[in-house]
């Protein structure tokens, strides 16, 4: 049987543990979620919405804006449109507000791991 590889952390890894009670790591969970969970609520919200108005609102969504296009066609293409901005919006926020604390955080479990593996010698 071989036993498991530092390259991911397990629940039990104890380095994993130590790190988890860093307040950096807090942090960068409670920002993760601080973003993820609203966006994902508006994204939801919004999606419903064109459901909603399809089927109890057709005379509304059958309305012509421009030619033959009408609103329904209008909102299902934004829906693509939002896809794209929240993605464009998370990578922005995660290369700004994410990914340092999480280098920092993957620093000190690398540095924790070679000090353990150091002593294990």
Do not use: C, I
Not at 73 to 95: E, I
């Amino acid at each position: 049987m071989t036993h498991p590889s530092h390259t991911h952390a397990s629940r039990r890894d104890p380095v994993y543990d130590r790190l988890a009670a860093e307040p950096d790591f807090v942090e960068l969970r409670r920002r993760y979620r601080g973003f993820v969970f609203p966006a994902t609520v508006a994204f939801l919200t919004w999606y419903m919405l064109y459901v909603v108005m399809s089927n109890w609102a057709p005379g509304f969504m059958s309305k012509d804006v421009v030619g033959n296009v009408n609103v329904a066609l209008v909102f299902g293409l934004l829906q693509f449109v939002t896809t794209f901005f929240l993605a464009w919006l998370y990578s922005r926020f995660s290369t700004n507000r994410l990914d340092p604390l999480a280098r920092s955080l993957n620093d000190e479990y690398e540095a924790a791991l070679a000090d353990e593996d150091g002593r294990k010698h």
